[in-house]
T-cell receptor, first 114, second 112 residues
Framework: DSGVTQTPKHLITATGQRVTLRCSPR?????VYWYQQSLDQGLQFLIQ???????AKGNILERFSAQQFPDLHSELNLSSLELGDSALYFC?????????????FGPGTRLTVL | GNSVTQMEGPVTLSEEAFLTINCTYT??????LFWYVQYPGEGLQLLLK?????DKGSNKGFEATYRKETTSFHLEKGSVQVSDSAVYFC???????????FGRGTSLIVHP
C-alpha cells in the first residue's frame, strides 16, 4: 500500500459526459502528479501540482483540467469525453520537487468511455 | 529532449532463470535513473534508483548500474521467481526537471 488513494476504482460513462477523478496523496507529500496509461501511448504525464499550485504541464488535453485543494487532495476533471479517453488514470505523490524524489503511485482509476 | 528506450516485451522466462531488461536513455545533463515495477492491478512502485554515473541501485535481488559511457541502465536479476511477473518501467529525471520521463514498459512473465 503506497498510501496514495484514488477514487473511484472503476468508472464507466458515455461519450460527451464529464467525470471527476479524486486523489489523496500520502500524508506529508506536497506534490501530486497525474498520469494517463493506455496500451498505445504508454504512461503519459498530464499535470503536476505542488502545495496547491500548478507547476508542470505535460500532454494534457484542453478538455481536461485539475486542481489541488488546501487539504492537498487533487481532482482531475475530464469533460466532453471521447472513446479514446478510455485509459487508466494514475495519481502519484512525492514529498517535494527534487529530481531524486520517489513518486508513490495510487492504484489508479480505470475509465471506460462507451 | 529526454527519452528512454526499453526492450519490447513480453519477456518470458522459467523460474530461476537470469533476467536482463535493457534500458538506454537520452538526456540533458546528468540524469537520475529509476526502475519502477507495476504488478497486475496495481500502480507503479519504485524498485531502485541511481543518481550518478557508476552508481548501482539494488532492491529485492534486482540490480542496475548507471553506465554513462553507454547511456544505459539495464535491469538484472540472477534468479527470477513467479512473483516477479510484472511490467517494469525505466525512467529518468534530468535537466532540472523533476517530472520523470518513462519508457514504454517491459512485461515480464515467469513460468513455474
Amino acid at each position: 500500500d503506497s498510501g496514495v488513494t484514488q477514487t473511484p476504482k472503476h468508472l464507466i460513462t458515455a461519450t460527451g459526459q464529464r467525470v471527476t477523478l479524486r486523489c489523496s496523496p500520502r500524508s506529508g507529500d506536497l506534490s501530486v502528479y497525474w498520469y494517463q496509461q493506455s496500451l498505445d501511448q504508454g504512461l503519459q504525464f498530464l499535470i503536476q501540482y505542488y502545495n496547491g499550485e500548478e507547476r508542470a504541464k505535460g500532454n494534457i488535453l484542453e478538455r481536461f483540467s485539475a486542481q489541488q485543494f488546501p487539504d492537498l487532495h487533487s481532482e482531475l476533471n475530464l469533460s466532453s469525453l471521447e472513446l479514446g479517453d478510455s485509459a487508466l488514470y494514475f495519481c502519484a505523490s512525492s514529498v517535494a520537487l527534487g529530481v531524486n524524489d520517489e513518486q508513490f503511485f495510487g492504484p489508479g482509476t480505470r475509465l471506460t468511455v462507451l | 529532449g529526454n527519452s528512454v528506450t526499453q526492450m519490447e516485451g513480453p519477456v518470458t522466462l522459467s523460474e530461476e532463470a537470469f533476467l536482463t531488461i535493457n534500458c538506454t536513455y537520452t538526456a540533458t545533463g546528468y540524469p537520475s535513473l529509476f526502475w519502477y515495477v507495476q504488478y497486475p492491478g496495481e500502480g507503479l512502485q519504485l524498485l531502485l534508483k541511481a543518481t550518478k554515473a557508476d552508481d548501482k541501485g539494488s532492491n529485492k535481488g534486482f540490480e542496475a548500474t548507471y553506465r554513462k559511457e553507454t547511456t544505459s541502465f539495464h535491469l538484472e536479476k540472477g534468479s527470477v521467481q513467479v512473483s516477479d511477473s510484472a511490467v517494469y518501467f525505466c525512467a529518468l529525471s534530468a535537466g532540472g526537471s523533476y517530472i520523470p520521463t518513462f519508457g514504454r514498459g517491459t512485461s515480464l512473465i515467469v513460468h513455474p
